[in-house]
């Protein structure tokens, strides 16, 4: 049986201090959650973050890291330097990293092996645009996001990894998908991870949705078996996320 993850994206949102207040709010209201808890901080945050969470049930992640250990990489952030300030996950590829950053499928792909080189547990952002699901090839579009995130990941590797399908159209629109859209594009991408790794891996593996989840519809999209949970942006930022943790309470 998978544990439900649900993960907040705070995108570039919070100050340290306001990061602080933000998670001193929270942890009451998250502390008896089922699901695994997840704050994707700004980089910035992250320090005073993983010392505010120490003996919670709360993990820090990061939003983005590249893919070489160290060097001459003005403005980039390492995994060894995200694992030594005691971050668990980062999200990689998300959709705005793609659209704003020019991030490939060919860097996300580089990043998830340089994460498990350094036990940090990657994120992998998938999903389509509008356009692409207009002309359906939604299907089609994820899988190949997929098996291109996943390329040379082995398999005790790859039951580790936290897929996010998170349709493009829906992030921060206030547009979610239905629960059908979105549980039929989790048994996609299960299927896709079935072709590579086999039944057993890809029941593992967590596949989360993401955008516009919230506090009312969280638990209908939670309940679909292969909905493993949520990336949540917007609603991560107040203490309704808390609502979102405790989405079967
Ligand atoms: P949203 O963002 O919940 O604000 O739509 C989700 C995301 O981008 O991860």
């Not at 036990?119 to 299907?139: A, F, H, K, M, S």
Request: charged share 25%; net charge negative; hydrophobic share 40%.
């Amino acid at each position: 049986m998978r544990k439900k993850i649900v993960a907040g994206n705070w995108k570039m949102n919070k100050t340290p201090k306001e990061a602080l207040a933000l998670i001193e709010e929270l942890k009451p209201l998250v502390k008896d959650a089922d699901s695994d808890v997840v704050f994707c901080v700004p980089a910035i945050d992250i320090i005073p973050a993983v010392e505010a969470t120490k003996g919670t049930n709360i993990a820090i992640g990061a939003q983005n890291m590249y893919f070489e250990d160290n060097g001459a990489f003005t403005g980039e952030i390492s995994a060894p330097m995200l694992k030594d300030a005691g971050v668990q996950y980062v999200i990689l590829g998300h959709s705005e990293r793609r659209q704003y950053f020019n991030e490939t499928d060919e860097a996300v792909n580089k990043k998830v092996k340089k994460a498990f080189e350094y036990d940090l547990i990657p994120i992998v952002c998938v999903g389509e645009t509008l356009q692409q699901r207009e002309q359906g090839i939604t299907i089609d579009w994820v899988r190949m996001q997929v098996k291109k995130a996943f390329m040379d990941v082995n398999k005790e590797d790859a039951v580790k990894v936290i897929v996010a399908y998170e349709p493009i159209w829906a992030i921060g629109t206030g547009k979610t998908a239905t629960v059908e859209q979105a549980d039929e594009v989790c048994n996609a991408i299960r299927k896709c991870l079935f072709e590579l790794y086999g039944e057993e891996a890809a029941y593992s593996i967590r596949i989360q949705y993401g955008g516009s989840v919230n506090g009312k519809n969280a638990a209908e999209l939670f309940s679909k078996p292969d909905i493993d949970g949520g990336l949540v942006g917007g609603a991560s930022l107040k203490a309704d996320f808390a609502s979102i943790v405790n989405w079967d309470k």
